[in-house]
């Protein structure tokens, strides 16, 4: 009988300058949907404002992670 063993490969964490490059790109696709979305004919408010809080709350993740929109 033998043994066999796989090796796992664990990520290496984010550096500080990949995180923010990463909630960049999230902003960016969600200004994209949102932007998309908000031109529709059949839109709806409840739908609309949704997307509206998850670019907040992703804007502010970007600023706290210490990112800025100059």
Do not use: C, W
């Not at 949102?34 to 709806?44: H, L, V």
């Amino acid at each position: 009988m033998s043994v066999t063993y796989e090796s796992i490969n664990i990520p290496e964490p984010e550096s500080s300058e990949e995180t923010l490059q990463r909630l960049l790109e999230e902003v960016q696709g969600l200004e994209m949907r949102y932007y998309n979305y908000s031109n529709r004919a059949d839109k709806e408010d409840d739908i609309l404002e949704t997307f509206e809080n998850e670019l907040t709350a992703k804007k502010t993740e970007y600023t706290n992670a210490g990112g800025t929109f100059d």
